[in-house]
T-cell receptor, first 118, second 116 residues
Framework: AQKITQTQPGMFVQEKEAVTLDCTYD???????LFWYKQPSSGEMIFLIY??????QNATEGRYSLNFQKARKSANLVISASQLGDSAMYFC???????????????FGKGTLLTVNP | DSGVTQTPKHLITATGQRVTLRCSPRSGDLSVYWYQQSLDQGLQFLIH???????AKGNILERFSAQQFPDLHSELNLSSLELGDSALYFC???????????????FGPGTRLTVL
């Protein structure tokens, strides 16, 4: 079963508009972290925002905010005031913390390609 | 710039060959993770090293191996290469291993491997 699901292969948004990229996850661990990364066409992975499973408030980083709905197991990324430079692939990822475990790999979704139109 | 370096940036080789990808983590980071990004498999975890010791393996083929050296740099060795090994290989480093969910992984720029 997929642990991270991004149902939108592609999204379009007008410059200066807000856009929401969807992410749902599946885990039985009570402690986990959710990350969003941006991958422009140049290929590098850029960290955007993090949300911990115990965090009471939704994370925000500048124009990025994370709409965390724990009961629904969703962690949607909201980009406000889109810019042309936001055009990129966006990945949602989860880091599970197993008590006594030693592997903290990230599990990624398949990504959403965001295109910002002028 | 994440502070993680990877060399080479691009690598073109033939089937059956062997290559070595190199990663230098951020200063002070003890953990190194290797990921493979391909069109059909997406981004997949390969292997994790912490302070020189292998901690976990993911979907890593037996033809692939890795190690982390005392200076904490890591190498990923890919042998008997096949066309399907063509991918973008990332390493990522994080400051330390703890039982907390937040240890941001800083990604290197990746090595793009093309097997012809």
């Amino acid at each position: 079963a997929q642990k991270i699901t991004q149902t939108q292969p592609g999204m379009f948004v007008q410059e200066k508009e807000a856009v929401t990229l969807d992410c749902t996850y599946d885990t039985s661990d009570p402690s986990y972290g959710l990350f969003w990364y941006k991958q422009p066409s140049s290929g590098e992975m850029i960290f955007l925002i993090y949300q911990g499973s115990y965090d009471q408030q939704n994370a925000t980083e500048g124009r990025y905010s994370l709409n965390f709905q724990k009961a629904r197991k969703s962690a949607n990324l909201v980009i406000s005031a889109s810019q042309l430079g936001d055009s990129a692939m966006y990945f949602c990822a989860m880091r599970e913390v197993h008590s006594g475990g030693s592997n903290y790999k990230l599990t990624f979704g398949k990504g959403t390609l965001l295109t910002v139109n002028p | 710039d994440s502070g993680v370096t990877q060399t080479p940036k691009h690598l073109i080789t033939a089937t059956g060959q062997r290559v070595t990808l190199r990663c230098s983590p951020r200063s002070g980071d003890l953990s190194v993770y290797w990921y493979q990004q391909s069109l059909d498999q997406g981004l997949q975890f390969l292997i994790h090293y912490y302070n020189g010791e292998e901690r976990a393996k993911g979907n890593i083929l037996e033809r692939f191996s890795a190690q982390q050296f005392p200076d904490l740099h890591s190498e990923l060795n890919l042998s008997s290469l096949e066309l399907g090994d063509s991918a973008l290989y990332f390493c990522a480093s994080s400051v330390e291993e703890r039982e907390v969910s937040y240890n941001e992984q800083f990604f290197g720029p990746g090595t793009r491997l093309t097997v012809l």
